[in-house]
């Protein structure tokens, strides 16, 4: 069974950085597969932020576009999520999820950006 494991989530100020990071368990040939960065804030939709492809392709949310950087280990089957120059409105719980068939979500990271 596929276990998501997000963390590194925060309360930083407004212009700060975070790295997300988020653990992909009990999945074979990790680095075939596409990993999809998700938020949340309570009450909204889960809204789609960032991809990173089995070759490497970044895609990117408009909104977080020349922001935030995603990138891979396939060794460690690990996926990260840089987040730069952060905004009141990237406020949010942040998930990561396999992007060709959504597995059961992890229990996500709280970003919390606010002066």
């Known amino acids: 069974q596929v276990q998501l494991v997000e963390s590194g989530g925060g309360l930083v100020r407004p212009g700060e950085s975070l790295r997300l990071s988020c653990l992909v368990s009990?999945?074979?040939?990790?680095?075939?597969?596409?990993v999809g960065w998700y938020r949340q804030i309570p009450g909204k939709r889960r809204e789609w932020v960032a991809q990173?492809?089995?070759?490497?392709?970044?895609d990117y949310a408009p909104s977080v576009e020349g922001r935030f950087a995603v990138s891979r280990n396939n060794a460690r089957n690990m996926v990260y999520l840089q987040m730069d120059k952060l905004r009141p409105d990237d406020t949010a719980v942040y998930y990561c999820?396999?992007?060709?068939?959504?597995?059961?979500w992890g229990q996500g990271t709280q970003v919390t950006v606010s002066a």
């Open positions: 999820n396999i992007m060709s068939s959504l597995r059961p």
């Open positions: 990173i492809t089995s070759n490497n392709r970044g």
């Open positions: 009990g999945l074979a040939v990790f680095e075939t597969y596409a």
